[in-house]
T-cell receptor, first 113, second 113 residues
Framework: KNQVEQSPQSLIILEGKNCTLQCNYTVSPFSNLRWYKQDTGRGPVSLTI?????NTKSNGRYTATLDADTKQSSLHITASQLSDSASYICVVSGGGGGNKLTFGTGTQLKVEL | DAGVIQSPRHEVTEMGQEVTLRCKPI?????LFWYRQTMMRGLELLIYFNNNVPIDDSGMPEDRFSAKMPNASFSTLKIQPSEPRDSAVYFC???????????FGQGTRLTVV
């Protein structure tokens, strides 16, 4: 069964600190993996998209890693800011039948002063 | 471009009533997606279109749900009759192709009482 599991479910950190969010998946065959940021009351916005051959991809203070062998991905946020408070959703494309998307339930991040 | 435009932003309706959600994708995008998001289940793909043709509607929960895309610039998601368990945020997204990055609208928050 195609699944995407994210951890932790929620996280609270102090402004300026770093954090790492995890995503494990069982989707096969694999096409790509995306991290989305969703602010409260808004639609998700893409942060990164990674294919099988990519190990690391950065977008400003966000760095995503992908280990296709262990089927794990992480999203590292450096020097967190209050505006990073959001839900971060891992989405894996593949699983047969075209680019079917399997969503994680997200990690709710709160950055506090 | 104004991005993906959804209307209405909020909808409150009584059980049994028909609900129609509307979406205008980004001009030039060939793929359009309808998602539903709840606290319990996270984001779920309901249906997606390529070049106005429904490709995968396996996520549509039941016959009460229907979606149309009469042209490249407009799509509707209809629920008839609506039930309280349909209460959720419904997102529309579009992309250049089914495997490319999807851009989300602001969503429609539906409450069925």
């Amino acid at each position: 069964k195609n699944q995407v599991e994210q951890s932790p479910q929620s996280l609270i950190i102090l402004e300026g600190k770093n954090c790492t969010l995890q995503c494990n998946y069982t989707v096969s065959p694999f096409s790509n993996l995306r991290w989305y940021k969703q602010d409260t009351g808004r639609g998700p916005v893409s942060l990164t998209i990674m294919t099988f051959s990519e190990n690391t991809k950065s977008n400003g203070r966000y760095t995503a890693t992908l280990d296709a062998d262990t089927k794990q991905s992480s999203l590292h946020i450096t020097a967190s800011q209050l505006s990073d408070s959001a839900s971060y959703i891992c989405v894996v494309s593949g699983g047969g039948g075209g680019n079917k998307l399997t969503f994680g339930t997200g990690t709710q991040l709160k950055v506090e002063l | 471009d104004a991005g993906v435009i959804q209307s209405p932003r909020h909808e409150v309706t009584e059980m049994g009533q028909e609900v129609t959600l509307r979406c205008k994708p980004i001009s030039g995008h060939n793929s359009l997606f309808w998602y539903r998001q709840t606290m319990m289940r996270g984001l779920e793909l309901l249906i997606y279109f390529n070049n106005n043709v429904p490709i995968d509607d396996s996520g549509m929960p039941e016959d009460r749900f229907s979606a149309k895309m009469p042209n490249a610039s407009f799509s509707t998601l209809k629920i008839q009759p609506s039930e309280p368990r349909d209460s959720a945020v419904y997102f529309c997204a579009s992309s250049h192709s089914s495997g490319a990055e999807a851009f989300f609208g602001q969503g429609t928050r539906l409450t069925v009482v």
